[in-house]
C-alpha cells in the first residue's frame, strides 16, 4: 500500500527523522487556521498518492493565512489521476541550501533492498540515473536485517558528502533502513531531503510503501486501511484480484495468473523498453467474471494504451480466461481499438485460443513471454490513434 505523505511523515517522525512543521487540514478555514500557527507563509501540498503533484499545480507556496485558505479552497475536490483531493498538507517553509534524494527499494530483479543517495534532490531520480549515472551512490543492502552504521557514512563519502552534512545525511539513511525493515516496507524514499540554512537536514517529503501481504503484521497501522485508496484498487479487491499501480507515466496494463508471472511479465516489458502501469494478480481458480473485471479494471488505470495477459493453464482455465475477455468485448466492442496481447497455455487452451480468434483478439500460443511484450510494443508503434473506449488516456 502506497501511504499518503503525512502518513510517511508521522512514521519518519517515530523513527527520529526531522520533518517539518505541519497539519492536516480538510477545509480552507481550517487551512487558514494552520497557516497562522505556522508563521503566515506555508507550502500547501494535496495529499493523493500519484507522483508530479507538483507540475500538476498539487504544491503551492501561499504568503498569508488568507491565501493559504483560498489555495486549499482551489485544490480540495480535484482529481488527479483518477484520485480526489480530499486532505492537504499545510507545512512551514524551509529556508533550503541544498537538496539530497535519500531512497531505499526493494529490486525486483534480484531480490534485493537496495539504497540510493544523491546530491541532486528534488528531481525525477529515473531522471538523473539516465542523465547522470554517477550522480548516484549506491548500496546494495542485506534482504532482512539492518547493517552496521558504517556503510551508510561510506555510501555519504561515496556521494561527496562531508562533515555535518555526512553526519546527519548517515543518521538519516540509518533511521530510514530501520522503519524499512521493520515495516516490511517495498520503497522508504526522502525527496528531498533539505539541508536548511540553519544546519538541520530535514525530510520534506515522504513516500512510503508498504507490502499488502504484511499488513497483519502491523496492527498498530490498521486506521490506515481505511483511508479511502486507489479506486482499482478498491474495485479489485471486490473481486479478490490483487492489483498493483505502477509507474504513473506508464502505458501498458499486466494481467497474469500469479504475482510470480505479473512480475516476471513486469520484467520483460521493461527490458524491451516498454513502462508497465499497472499489474493485476488473476491467483489462481479465477471466474469468467473476475476476468472481465480484470480486464475493466486495468482499463480505467490512467494512461492505458495497451494490455498484456499472460496466463498459464494450470489452477486456471484458458477458456474461462477467454470468456471473461470476450465477455467484455461483447460489453464494450470499442475496447478492441486497446491494443490487447493474449499469451496462455495450459487447461483448455485450444477452447480458449479458438474463442479470442473469433473476436480479432491477437494470441501467443506457443511462443514465449518476450515474443507476446514485442508484439504488443510493435501494435503501440503503429497506433497513433485516440482511444474510443471511453476509458481516460
Not at 252 to 273: N, P, S, W
Request: aromatic share 6%; glycine share 12%; net charge negative.
Amino acid at each position: 500500500m502506497y501511504l499518503y505523505e503525512y502518513q510517511g511523515k508521522e512514521l519518519f517522525n517515530q523513527q527520529g527523522l526531522a520533518i517539518p512543521r505541519g497539519e492536516v487540514i480538510t477545509t480552507p478555514a481550517a487551512a487558514r487556521e494552520a497557516a497562522a500557527r505556522l508563521g503566515g507563509r506555508v507550502v500547501i501540498k494535496a495529499q493523493v498518492r500519484a507522483g508530479g503533484r507538483g507540475k500538476a499545480g498539487l504544491v503551492k507556496i501561499s504568503s498569508f493565512p488568507e491565501e493559504a485558505a483560498k489555495v486549499a479552497g482551489e485544490m480540495l475536490g480535484l482529481t488527479y489521476r483518477g484520485e480526489t483531493v480530499r486532505q492537504l498538507l499545510v507545512e512551514e517553509v524551509l529556508n533550503i541550501e541544498q537538496e539530497f534524494y535519500l531512497g531505499i527499494s526493494l529490486d525486483y530483479g534480484h531480490g534485493y533492498p537496495v539504497m540510493l543517495l544523491s546530491t541532486q534532490g528534488g528531481m525525477d531520480i529515473e531522471e538523473v540515473a539516465r542523465r547522470e549515472p554517477e550522480a548516484l551512490a549506491r548500496l546494495v543492502l542485506p534482504e532482512t536485517t539492518l547493517p552496521p552504521l558504517y556503510l551508510f557514512a561510506e555510501l555519504g563519502r561515496k556521494a561527496g558528502l562531508m562533515g555535518k552534512k555526512l553526519l546527519q545525511v548517515r543518521d538519516m539513511l540509518w533511521r530510514m533502513a530501520q522503519l524499512f525493515y521493520r515495516l516490511d516496507a517495498l520503497t522508504v524514499e526522502v525527496n528531498p531531503a533539505v539541508w536548511c540554512r540553519d544546519g538541520r537536514l530535514v525530510a520534506a517529503d515522504a513516500k512510503v510503501i508498504i507490502d499488502d501481504a504484511a499488513w497483519d503484521r502491523h496492527p498498530e497501522l490498521a486506521s490506515w486501511l481505511m483511508v479511502p485508496d486507489d479506486p482499482c484498487q478498491l474495485e479489485a479487491q471486490k473481486y479478490n484480484l490483487g492489483y498493483v499501480r505502477l509507474d504513473t507515466a506508464g502505458e501498458i496494463g499486466i494481467i497474469a495468473g500469479g504475482a510470480g508471472l505479473c512480475l516476471a511479465t513486469m520484467d520483460t516489458v521493461i527490458r524491451l523498453g516498454g513502462r508497465p502501469a499497472s499489474f493485476l494478480d488473476l491467483g489462481g481458480g479465477i471466474t469468467a467474471e473476475q476476468m472481465m473485471a480484470a480486464m475493466e479494471i486495468t482499463l480505467k488505470t490512467a494512461g492505458i494504451k495497451g494490455i498484456i495477459v499472460n496466463v498459464y493453464g494450470g489452477i486456471n482455465n484458458c477458456y474461462t480466461v477467454a470468456q471473461g475477455i470476450t465477455a467484455l468485448l461483447d460489453k464494450l466492442p470499442a475496447v478492441l481499438q486497446v491494443p490487447l496481447v493474449v499469451k496462455m497455455r495450459g487447461h483448455s487452451q485450444e477452447e480458449g485460443w479458438s474463442l479470442l480468434e473469433k473476436y480479432g483478439v491477437t494470441v501467443i500460443k506457443t511462443g514465449t513471454t518476450a515474443e507476446a511484450v514485442q508484439k504488443l510494443l510493435l501494435q503501440l508503434a503503429v497506433d497513433e490513434g485516440g482511444r474510443a473506449d471511453g476509458y481516460p488516456a
